[in-house]
């Protein structure tokens, strides 16, 4: 069946240096999507998302890009921080019977060495 | 700042036996999702509700997995009788509305089934 799948499972990077974390969707239906963070021992938190009528979309040192063309989503996080180490999931939404199931990708590991 | 509770944080059980764990949306929160995650993969969805309805519950293992919301607010997942491919951490989420933006997350019971 479709899927969210990401390209890379673990990414290291320096700290202060930029990080790419890329993900590539299937569903060319897919609407909406987010980019979850989730640090050892706690449930994946909401970072920032992007509607299918945006290319690109800024928060705090966080961008998400994506590409419908070739169905693809990344998130730029600027500056690194040794803080920024966790999994990273993007998720989109999938339409289901009048409501949206959200469905998550396998994961990237970002790791920040100080 | 409001948060999903989950309870117990941990649970050891041998196979054949049932387990139980309980989630406490955020307060106004309409849509509640259960998704459980194996180490190293991303969450799956187990079951979502609108208030005390099953939303999509089609990757429930129906014969031993049960979910319920009474009242439409807390919920209670069970297993019986747990088997040894059971073992990961249960997540639960809530979120405003059924367009599955945002989910808040709770930090999840991880369940060992021996």
């Known amino acids: 069946g479709e899927s969210v799948g990401l390209h890379l499972p673990t990414l290291s990077v320096q700290e202060g240096d930029n990080s790419i974390i890329n993900c590539a969707y299937s569903?060319?239906?897919?609407?909406?999507f987010i980019w979850y963070k989730q640090e050892s021992g706690k449930g994946p938190q909401f970072i920032i998302d992007i509607r299918s009528n945006m290319d690109k979309r800024q928060g705090q040192r966080v961008t998400v890009l994506l590409n419908k063309t070739v169905k693809h989503l990344s998130l730029q996080i600027a500056a690194t921080q040794p803080g920024d180490s966790a999994v990273y999931f993007c998720?989109?939404?999938?339409?289901?019977?009048?409501?949206?199931?959200?469905?998550f990708g396998r994961g990237t590991s970002l790791i920040v060495h100080p | 700042e409001a948060e999903v509770a989950q309870s117990p944080r941990y649970k050891i059980t041998e196979k054949s036996q049932a387990v139980a764990f309980w989630c406490d949306p955020i307060s106004g929160h309409a849509t509640l999702y259960w998704y459980r995650q194996i180490l190293g993969q991303g969450p799956e969805l187990l079951v979502q509700f609108q208030d005390e309805s099953v939303v999509d519950d089609s990757q429930l293992p129906k014969d031993r997995f049960s979910a319920e919301r009474l009242k439409g607010v807390d919920s209670t997942l069970k297993i019986q009788p747990a088997e040894l491919g059971d073992s990961a951490m249960y997540l639960c989420a809530s979120s405003q509305d059924t367009g599955g933006e945002k989910l808040f997350f709770g930090s999840g019971t991880q369940l060992s089934v021996l």
């Open positions: 569903n060319s239906a897919s609407d909406y």
């Open positions: 998720a989109e939404n999938l339409a289901s019977g009048g409501s949206y199931i959200p469905t």
